[in-house]
Structures are given as C-alpha cells and as structure tokens.
C-alpha cells in the first residue's frame, strides 16, 4: 500500500509543494514546527532512511542544503534544523525547520491546525527564494 507521501506525491492527497524533481519532492509539512517547516521525500519509498542507496541519500542531502539555504535567506532564522525520525510515516523523510533554539526541534510543539494562508504565503515565500514553480 502507498504511504501517504507517496499519495502526495501522486496528486491523490493536496501538498504544498516547494521543490520536485525525478527522485524527490519537498512540501510543507501538515502539522509544522515553524512556518516554512519542509519535508523532503523521495520518490522511492524506502522505510529507514540508513537503507538508501548512496547516490539517493545524496541526492537528498543536496536538495535539502539548496532548499535550507533558501529557507535561511525567506525566514532569517538563527539555523535551519534538520532531523531524520521516521517513526510516524514508515517513508524517509527529512525535516527541514527553520530553528532559533534547539527546543524548535521539539515535535510536541507541532502546529495540528496551521492557518491554511499561513501555510500558502510560507510556500510561495520558499518557492520564490529556491526559484521553483511547479508545472502546471
């Protein structure tokens, strides 16, 4: 059965997407940390992020940097946090949060309603500083 990012992915439940490529995606995450807070997914599900194949963990590392530098220039945080868990969806996936202390990291203090034009100005503001629109 697809996991839900798969599901994201393929159209069959909304995602607000900030990058895509052939091998990943990244869209905000439904219950954010802090706005702009990211996940980026690849396509291939793989259950545990230390069973990527080297070039995919990669991959994914570098569209993490390109997307956390552009979140560092849209968000001004002290740091762009990032943290690999895997626990609550069985598909690799990295949190990118932007992070002004560590207890920014703390996934207790998940956001379980975000303001839906929160969420969309958050998204469009990492789109225009990574550069990307999807196509449509």
């Known amino acids: 059965m697809a996991s839900v990012f798969t599901k994201v992915m393929n159209g069959e439940l909304p995602g607000r997407f900030v990058y895509r490529d052939d091998r990943c995606a990244a869209f905000?995450?439904?219950?954010?940390?802090?706005?702009?807070?990211?996940?980026?997914?690849?396509?291939?599900?793989?259950?545990?992020?230390i069973d990527l194949p080297e070039d995919l963990a990669a991959h994914l590392f570098s569209v993490s940097q390109k997307i956390s530098k552009a979140m560092q220039e849209a968000?001004?945080?002290?740091?762009?946090?990032?943290?690999?868990a895997g626990l609550e969806v069985r598909h690799v996936h990295l949190h990118l949060v932007p992070i002004w202390q560590v207890h920014d990291l703390d996934f207790s203090k998940q956001d379980p309603n975000p303001d839906p034009a929160e969420m969309d100005a958050a998204m469009h503001k990492l789109r225009d500083a990574i550069g990307w629109q999807p196509d449509e």
């Open 75 to 84: 968000f001004q945080p002290e740091k762009v946090g990032l943290m690999i």
């Open 28 to 49: 905000l995450t439904i219950a954010p940390l802090k706005p702009g807070h990211t996940l980026v997914v690849p396509v291939e599900e793989v259950d545990h992020w």
